[in-house]
């Protein structure tokens, strides 16, 4: 092993070294192709945020090499250190405090609930006070407005003034890319999903989206679903209109059959 090679150099050299293609890999991990290319020729710039560390960890499991045993190429690769081992003697700690939270609740629960004498004593009755116990009104009948009651909880509006509601929620790291047209004069909106995380933003009239793994992701625009139909590892791209609608690629037209002739169309029999 030469000191000067990188992590993608290495994970290239076990993976030639195993007769595997970059197709024959890519299909069999189910990553896109151009994170490979990327990882071998070290740029990891063109990867997703915050997946250059996890993928060079699943090609290295899968072609056998060792990163533990070449630290120093792995520190290179960018993204957040691995966190040390816990304390054992911390854990415990923790655990005693848990307990010790887990008891008082009990005890505040019994207490609320369990009667003390006094509140468990009757009161007496009003012919040995001379007192006769007050009365409350009934309460007023409920008001049938149609409009909504402070700290009445409404619906998100899917479309108003300030654009069309999108939501995505991902059961995977997935990389996100909102175009607005460029006569709308919007921002791009770029956005890594988390395994989860749900995201909601605003786009006003008509944008562009494009997701890089479009089989773990969830996405509602203006409150339709989109079935999109994309898979893992593959990316996809949506165009929708002012008001949220999907336009969807139109299929190329069939071709007309060519009409058939009777035998009278071929001109008088002899």
């Not at 990188?6 to 070294?17: E, F, H, K, T, Y």
């Not at 007496?124 to 009651?149: F, K, W």
């Not at 509601?165 to 909102?178: D, H, K, N, Q």
Request: aromatic letters at 4%.
């Amino acid at each position: 092993m030469l000191e000067e090679e990188s992590v993608g150099q290495l994970i290239q050299r076990a993976r030639m070294a195993k007769g595997l293609t970059l197709e024959a890999l890519a299909k069999e991990l189910k990553l896109p192709i151009r994170h490979l290319e990327a990882i071998e020729g070290d740029h990891w710039a063109a990867l997703p945020p915050g997946r250059p560390r996890p993928l060079a960890r699943q090609l290295a499991a899968r072609l056998e090499v060792d990163l533990e045993y070449h630290t120093g190429a792995f520190q290179i690769v960018p993204g957040v250190q691995e966190l040390e081992p816990p304390d054992p003697r911390q854990e415990r700690l923790e655990r005693m405090v848990m307990g010790l939270l887990s008891a008082a609740s009990v005890v505040v629960v019994l207490w609320l609930v369990v009667p003390g004498p006094r509140l468990g004593r009757k009161p007496p009755p009003s012919y040995l006070t001379g007192l006769a116990r007050p009365t409350l009104p009934p309460p007023p009948p409920p008001a049938s407005s149609p409009y909504p009651v402070l700290g009445e909880l409404l619906p998100e509006s899917p479309l108003n003034e300030q654009g069309i509601l999108v939501s995505l929620r991902s059961m995977g790291e997935c990389s996100v890319r909102i175009e607005p047209q460029p006569d709308q004069g919007g921002e791009v909106q770029v956005h890594t999903l988390r395994v989860s995380e749900p995201w909601q933003l605003r786009v006003k009239g008509p944008f562009t989206l494009l997701l890089d793994d479009a089989g773990v992701v969830n996405v509602e625009v203006a409150g339709r679903r989109i079935a999109h139909g994309g898979s893992v590892g593959e990316s996809w791209t949506g165009q929708f209109d002012g008001e949220g609608r999907w336009l969807q690629p139109k299929l190329p037209a069939l071709p007309a059959a060519a009409p058939v002739r009777g035998d009278d169309e071929d001109g008088p029999r002899p």
